[in-house]
């Protein structure tokens, strides 16, 4: 099955660039997320790319998708103390129903 | 954007009883509705996933008598976690997919806490 990897954690300052890398296994993925969870509380979808696209910028944030490496990034640019949060990757393929998440990350920003 | 609650946020109880918890739409129709559990420090495990009216298809290991899930109209969907142990401690997220269209976003609920003692 479908196996995403991300890593564990991730510290930057306050106004900083962070980039949270992702890798998936499946290269037949349609569909590839962001999602951002605060403590204590469900999903947020933040961004998401089909697999046709190389690249998605909204506002602060832009996705890289390199479909060759299988490699999904997220960028956030001027970092804030809000943005402190575990970070989700996400794909799914085939079926359109089922998602496949990573193991999240865990941004710190520093202020 | 769509809004998914659950109830409750948190609850504790005694081993060998059931808890059920509810998810619901609140301001769409889900057609499809998943439950997911969060280990501390791991990512969200699909345990099933149900559709309206039908029986719910679970993922390979989730025991299917143990964890009862209802999807009995289009804004509820329910998971019963029955005879509970202290294993089955864990965060419940549940997330629901509005239409039928290709694109898989799912709004997800702010997720149940279970404690069992």
């Known amino acids: 099955g479908e196996d995403v990897e991300q890593s564990l954690f991730l510290s930057v300052r306050e106004g900083d660039s962070s980039v949270i890398n992702c890798t998936y296994t499946?290269?037949?993925?349609?569909?590839l997320y962001w999602y951002k969870q605060e403590p204590g509380a469900g999903l947020q979808l933040l961004t998401y790319?089909?697999?046709?696209?190389d690249m998605k910028q909204d506002q602060r944030l832009t996705v890289l998708l390199n479909k060759k490496d299988k490699h999904l990034s997220l960028r956030i640019a001027d970092t804030q103390t809000g943005d402190s949060a575990i970070y989700f990757c996400a794909v799914s393929s085939g079926g359109y129903q089922k998602v496949t998440f990573g193991i999240g990350t865990k941004l710190q920003v520093i202020p | 954007g769509a809004v998914v609650s659950q109830h409750p946020s948190r609850v504790i109880c005694k081993s060998g009883t059931s808890v059920k918890i509810e998810c619901r739409s609140l301001?769409?129709?889900?057609?499809?509705m998943f439950w997911y559990r969060q280990f501390p420090k791991q990512s969200l495990m699909l345990m099933a996933t149900s559709n309206e009216g039908s029986k719910a298809t679970y993922e390979q290991g989730v025991e299917k008598d143990k964890f009862l899930i209802n999807h009995a109209s289009l804004t509820l969907s329910t998971l019963t976690v029955t005879s509970a142990h202290p294993e089955d401690s864990s965060f419940y997220i549940c997330?629901?997919?509005?239409?039928?269209?290709?694109?898989?976003?799912?709004?997800f609920g702010p997720g149940t806490r279970l404690t069992v003692l």
């Open positions: 499946d290269s037949s993925s349609t569909y």
């Open positions: 301001d769409f129709q889900a057609t499809t």
């Open positions: 790319i089909f697999s046709n696209m």
């Open positions: 997330s629901a997919k509005t239409g039928a269209d290709s694109f898989n976003e799912q709004f």
